[in-house]
C-alpha cells in the first residue's frame, strides 16, 4: 500500500507528463472498444435483417446473390420467377404464407419493391420484430406507396405527397413512370434494416406502370396506357423476382428447399436466409478482423508511448532513486515503484477511455441509426471487453517490468554519482 501511494505521488510530481500519457493511452482504448461495440451492432444488426422467414426462392444463381438482391437490395436478379410457380407453392399444403417480392425500379436512388400486404403481416426483423407504422397505413389503392423511414426523412416527403418512380435502379433516371404518380399513405417506423431505405407498392401497382413498357421503353403517346384505364386490366404479373416462405412445419423446410433445388419446370434456387447470412458474415468478416487488427495496433502504440515516457525520465530521477535507496527502500521496492507507475498509467488511461467511449456513443447513436441504420445500443461492458481491458493493463504492468529492471540494477553510488 504504502508503494502504491509513493508511485501515485510519483505521478502526480510529473502530472504533466502521466496526464499525456493517460490521454494517449484513453484515446487508444476508446477507438479499440469502440470498434468492437460497432462490429458487434453491426454483426447483430446485420443477422437480424430478416427473421422468421424459412425461405427464400428466386431464379437459379447463387445464394449471396439472391440473399443481397431480395433482402439488401443490392444487385439484380439474373431472372424472374414466373407467377405459375410462385403460385404452385403459395398453395402447398405445407405453406403457411409467401411474401413476393418485385424488385426493379426506383426513386431518386431508393429502392422500389412491389409486395402484398402479406408483406406488412408476416415479415419480420430483429428479433421478431414486426414492421410497424410512424404515420398512416399500407397501401389500399393501386397507387398508393409505402416508405421507409430514410426515403422519408431524407426527401422530406409527408402524407399525400405524389411520388414519381422511375424505371431502373440508377441514382438518376430519364425514364420515369410520370403519368401514374403515386400518393403516400404511409411511414414505417425507423428498423435499422434495409427496409429503412425501400419504397413499398402493391404488386399489382408494378404490373401497372409497365403495362405500355417494352424492352425498357415506353411506347409511343398515342399507345401509352392512362392511369385510370390500367385499373380496368388484368394486372396479375407474369413475374415476380422472388418470393419468401414461411412454413407451418418447421421440420418440413429442408424438404421443401430441396423440392424446389430440384424443380424441373424452372431453375429455382432456395435458400435458408439464416444459413445465407452467416455466409456472407464471414465473407465481409475479413474487414472486420482487420479493423479490430488496426485498433489493437493502436492501443500497442498507445502503451508503448508510455513506456518510452517512462524510459527517459529515468535518467532524470537517478537522483530520486538514489534517495529511496538512501532511506532505507530495497531493490525490490524500485522495481516495484516503477511497474506500479505503468499499471497505473494504464488503468487511468483504460478508464478515462472507457468514459470516452460511451460518451460519443451517447453522442453518435442517432447519427449512425440515422445516416448508416446501425443501432449501437448502450450496454456495459461484456466480458470480451473486460477481458480486452485487463488485456490492457496487464501489457501495461508486463512493460513496466523494463524500466523497473533498469532502475533495479542501479546502485545507490550511481544514484549518487554527477554525471557531466
Known amino acids: 500500500m504504502y508503494v502504491l501511494k509513493l508511485a501515485w505521488r510519483s505521478l502526480w510530481n510529473r502530472r504533466a507528463t502521466a496526464l499525456l500519457t493517460i490521454f494517449a493511452i ?5 477507438l479499440l472498444l469502440g470498434v468492437q461495440k460497432m462490429r458487434t451492432a453491426a454483426r447483430d444488426g446485420f443477422a437480424n435483417t430478416v427473421s422468421g422467414v424459412d425461405l427464400i426462392v428466386g431464379s437459379r444463381s ?5 440473399l443481397l438482391y431480395s433482402v439488401f437490395r443490392v444487385g439484380d436478379a439474373t431472372a424472374n420467377v414466373s407467377w405459375t410457380s410462385y403460385q404452385l407453392v403459395r398453395k402447398h399444403a405445407d405453406v403457411a404464407w409467401t411474401i413476393p417480392i418485385s424488385l426493379g425500379d426506383s426513386h431518386r436512388g431508393f429502392r422500389v ?4 400486404n402479406d408483406y406488412f403481416e408476416h415479415y419480420r426483423f430483429g428479433h421478431d420484430r414486426r414492421i410497424s407504422f410512424a404515420a398512416g397505413k399500407p397501401f389500399a389503392d393501386l397507387y398508393d406507396v409505402v416508405l421507409g423511414a430514410d426515403v422519408a426523412n431524407q426527401l422530406g416527403y409527408q402524407l399525400g405527397d405524389a411520388v414519381v418512380i422511375a424505371h431502373g435502379v440508377g441514382n438518376v433516371s430519364f425514364a420515369k413512370h410520370d403519368d401514374k404518380p403515386f400518393r403516400v399513405t404511409g411511414i414505417l417506423a425507423r428498423t435499422g434494416t434495409p427496409i429503412d ?4 407498392v402493391g404488386l399489382e401497382a408494378i404490373s401497372a406502370i409497365h403495362l405500355d413498357w417494352q424492352s425498357g421503353m415506353q411506347a409511343m403517346p398515342n399507345q401509352r396506357v392512362a392511369a385510370d384505364e390500367a385499373r380496368q386490366r388484368d394486372l396479375t404479373p407474369d413475374s415476380i423476382t422472388a418470393f419468401m416462405v414461411g412454413m407451418k412445419d418447421k421440420a418440413a423446410i429442408f424438404q421443401m428447399q430441396r423440392a424446389l433445388n430440384e424443380y424441373r419446370k424452372e431453375p429455382l434456387l432456395a435458400i435458408i436466409p439464416g444459413v445465407a447470412l452467416k455466409s456472407l458474415w464471414d465473407l465481409v468478416g475479413i474487414a472486420d478482423t482487420a479493423l479490430m487488427i488496426i485498433a489493437a495496433f493502436v492501443v500497442l502504440a498507445g502503451l508503448l508511448g508510455m513506456l518510452t515516457a517512462i524510459l527517459t525520465s529515468l535518467n532524470e530521477r537517478r537522483r530520486e ?16 515503484l516503477l511497474v506500479l507507475e505503468a499499471g497505473l498509467l494504464a488503468l487511468l488511461g ?6 470516452l467511449t460511451y460518451l460519443l456513443l451517447v453522442v453518435g447513436q442517432p447519427i449512425l441509426e440515422a445516416r448508416f441504420g446501425i443501432f449501437v445500443p448502450l450496454t456495459g461492458l461484456s466480458r470480451y471487453d473486460s477481458v480486452i481491458l485487463t488485456g490492457v493493463v496487464t501489457a501495461a504492468l508486463a512493460m513496466g517490468l523494463v524500466p523497473a529492471w533498469r532502475a533495479y540494477r542501479s546502485t545507490l553510488s550511481d544514484g549518487l554519482t554527477i554525471r557531466v
Do not use: D, E, K, Y
Open 197 to 200: 431505405r425501400t419504397l413499398h
Open 113 to 116: 419493391l412491389g409486395t402484398t
Open 350 to 355: 483504460v478508464l478515462l477511455g472507457v468514459a
Open 62 to 66: 447463387g445464394p449471396l446473390n439472391l
Open 321 to 336: 532513486m538514489a534517495i529511496l535507496r538512501s532511506v532505507g527502500a530495497q531493490p525490490r521496492h524500485v522495481f516495484t
Open 26 to 30: 484513453a484515446v487508444s482504448v476508446s
